[in-house]
């Protein structure tokens, strides 16, 4: 039964693969297709119709295709990526590479899978907004800088009664005081937290002891530390490598999400053994990054 089971498996799985690899051809010829409207020629009544009677693919699939292809026709090393990954491998970058820089995008999309991928471009323009805005600021006269506008999407009834709270007072002064209420709140969450801290252990497991796991868990909230991400935990981080040095120290172990611990091992994140509200991610590798270099040579090890 169980052979007959993995047989049929292996087959379907093999089916599966040339299926794909013979669609991505398909979706390769579609921008001449429509060039040279070759449905007219050969009796279709349109494009959909020609892709969906000879290679099964739906009117969303043939327009999704058409888009990625003209945004990357420029570019040529995407499009590699394209014909040997297919096209959701590229499509988190299509909208960020440009001519310039499409070498680098098409690198990360060769060797990144797309949720680590998505993840990284979306840090990364975050950056390069947060850059841009400190360029701003560095730029407007000092008086013309003191006040910034910011749009909300509160649902109704919430701004109703932000607004109640308001009163007659200013926004200023009750967004600041919901603001201190939230840092008083933050500190002392702080303060509790490092009161219950459980103490550094060396150990030859590579597994947290449960005391430091749960600390960490109350701390991160089960959620991903690395700023403004809030993912579900999938990995407990040693920031200083367990395997160069054997110790679960709370302080260096980072509760993330499974991009950004990817992004992490691939030594994207800047300032890793700093404290987490100051991680970034970086564009290019840091090469002076220790902890690299040990993933690598773990790496290395355990093949
Ligand atoms: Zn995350």
Redesign the pocket.
């Known amino acids: 039964m169980n052979t007959d089971i993995n047989e049929l498996h292996e087959k379907f799985s093999e089916y599966g693969k040339s299926a794909k690899e013979w669609q991505r051809k398909c979706i390769l010829l579609l921008p001449e297709t429509v060039r040279l409207r070759v449905w007219e020629e050969k009796g279709f009544s349109c494009i959909y119709e020609y892709a969906g009677k000879l290679a099964g693919m739906s009117k969303g699939q043939v327009i999704d295709a058409l888009y990625i292809l003209k945004k990357i026709e420029d570019k040529p090393a995407l499009m590699r990526v394209v014909e040997e990954k297919g096209i959701n491998a590229v499509r988190p970058v299509v909208s960020i590479a440009t001519m310039e820089d499409e070498k680098f995008w098409a690198g990360k999309a060769r060797e990144m899978g797309n949720n680590t991928l998505r993840?990284f471009v979306r840090d990364v323009t975050r950056e390069a907004l947060v850059m841009n805005e400190s360029q701003q600021v560095r730029d407007i006269p000092k008086n013309e800088n003191k006040i910034k506008i910011i749009a909300m999407q509160l649902p109704s009834k919430l701004a109703q009664r932000l607004e109640k709270l308001k009163g007659a007072g200013s926004w200023a002064e009750i967004v600041e005081e919901l603001v201190e209420a939230k840092e008083k709140e933050n500190a002392i969450r702080k303060i509790k937290l490092e009161e219950e801290k459980p103490e550094a252990m060396r150990t030859d497991s590579k597994h947290v002891p449960r005391g430091i796991r749960s600390y960490i868990r109350r701390r991160s909230e089960g959620k991903?530390e690395?700023p403004n991400?809030g993912?579900k935990t999938e990995h407990l981080h040693h920031v200083n490598r367990f395997s160069s040095d054997k110790v679960h120290d709370p302080d260096m172990i980072v509760a993330?999400?499974k991009?950004?611990h990817d992004l992490a091992h691939r030594g994207l994140i800047e300032g890793e053994d700093g404290s987490t509200e100051d991680w970034k991610i970086t564009k290019e590798r840091d090469y002076t990054n220790l902890n690299w270099y040990v993933d690598r040579q773990y790496e290395l090890y355990r093949r």
Do not use: D, I
Request: net charge positive; charged share 10%.
């Open positions: 993840v991903c690395f991400c993912k993330l999400c991009a950004h």
